[in-house]
């Protein structure tokens, strides 16, 4: 069993930035590919990003691309996102969320482990 718990969120001014960490127990996530995930009030959860269990592939949602950063620190157990010049539209709850299977994932239904998010707000 993997817990997620997501942190760093807050309110922060149209194109500023912000990191978000997922801080990862139970066991290691060395072995999961990891994602980013979101949800605005009233709209589905939607992707944002995933990382591959040893960094080597990176994949964004058009929204993401440019702007967004993922990454991992498997000595950690900690995977984060950078985000960057940052819109309203940005604004959401951030989940984390850890896959067994390998390969980049960017379906809800693919992931098995999720955290509790963090919110987001963007001001403009």
């Known amino acids: 069993q993997v817990q997620l718990v997501e942190s760093g969120g807050g309110l922060v001014q149209a194109g500023g930035s912000l990191r978000i960490s997922c801080a990862a127990s139970?066991?290691?996530?060395?072995?999961?590919?990891m994602g980013w995930f979101r949800q605005a009030p009233g709209k589905e959860r939607e992707f944002v990003a995933t990382i591959t269990y040893n960094s080597g592939s990176t994949l964004y949602s058009d929204s993401a691309k440019g702007r967004f950063t993922i990454s991992r620190d498997n000595a950690k157990n900690t995977v984060y996102l950078q985000m960057t010049s940052l819109k309203p539209e940005d604004t959401a709850v951030y989940y984390c969320?850890?896959?067994?299977?390998?390969?980049?994932?960017?379906?809800?239904?693919?992931?098995?482990?999720w955290g509790q998010g963090t919110q987001v707000t963007v001001s403009s």
């Open positions: 969320a850890a896959r067994r299977s390998i390969g980049l994932g960017v379906l809800r239904n693919g992931y098995d482990y």
């Open positions: 139970g066991r290691t996530i060395s072995a999961y590919t």
